[in-house]
T-cell receptor, first 116, second 113 residues
């Protein structure tokens, strides 16, 4: 059981480049989330999804887009990377069917992104 | 909106000593409260959670937390620290109608021999 898998694990981008981070979960969770973690800032929610085909903005959505075309996948896109987007990105999933979504998230191991 | 404040960005304890990590929450509705642990270069792992029922919640690795509504607190404790407890700890809160957790800024726990 792989849980939540994030790819890639590391990436270096030049300012203005684009990229997509992939999150895949095999637990049939309804809810998926993208957070960024910066020193001294904790985890801040970027976007989330409460089901296939749905997305919503979190606390810091600017500069990012997401898609949830399949229930098991949640993609995070950076259209034009900026140095301020240098961060560690975590994907998480939770909730099975109609069950309480707050049974606890499962987190991926993170993607460390550097924008130069 | 719900939020949490973790008091102390760094806490240092001796091996065998009591661990106390403080978390206060702000919520206009009854909250769901969580503690997560993050080991270096890893994702977050759920330690324990409070949703309803008993206010003293026991989690993994000997940790527990008590929900105190009157104090709006959810402090994390462990009677005796182990070297392996050294990690970053995050408190998180959510309301019962929303879908996402709001995390505190984290407390780094250092355990000294």
């Amino acid at each position: 059981n792989a849980g939540v898998t994030q790819t890639p694990k590391f990436r270096v981008l030049k300012t203005g480049q684009s990229m997509t981070l992939l999150c895949a979960q095999d637990m049939n969770h309804e809810y998926m989330y993208w957070y960024r973690q910066d020193p001294g800032m904790g985890l801040r929610l970027i976007h989330y999804s409460v089901g296939e085909g749905t997305t919503a903005k979190g606390e810091v959505p600017d500069g990012y887009n997401v898609s949830r075309l399949k229930k098991q996948n949640f993609l995070l896109g950076l259209e034009s990377a900026a140095p301020s987007q240098t961060s560690v990105y975590f994907c998480a999933s939770g909730g099975q069917g109609s069950a309480d979504p707050f049974d606890g998230y499962t987190f991926g191991s993170g993607t460390r992104l550097t924008v130069v | 909106a719900q939020s949490v404040t973790q008091l102390g960005s760094h806490v240092s304890v001796s091996e065998g000593a009591l661990v106390l990590l403080r978390c206060n929450y702000s919520s206009s509705v009854p909250p769901y409260l969580f503690w997560y642990v993050q080991y270096p270069n890893q994702g977050l792992q759920l330690l324990l959670k409070y949703t309803t029922g008993a206010t003293l919640v026991k989690g993994i690795n000997g940790f527990e937390a008590e929900f105190k509504k009157s104090e709006t607190s959810f402090h994390l404790t462990k009677p005796s620290a182990h070297m392996s407890d050294a990690a970053e700890y995050f408190c998180a809160v959510s309301d019962r109608s929303g879908y996402a957790l709001n995390f505190g800024k984290g407390t780094s726990l250092l355990v000294t021999p």
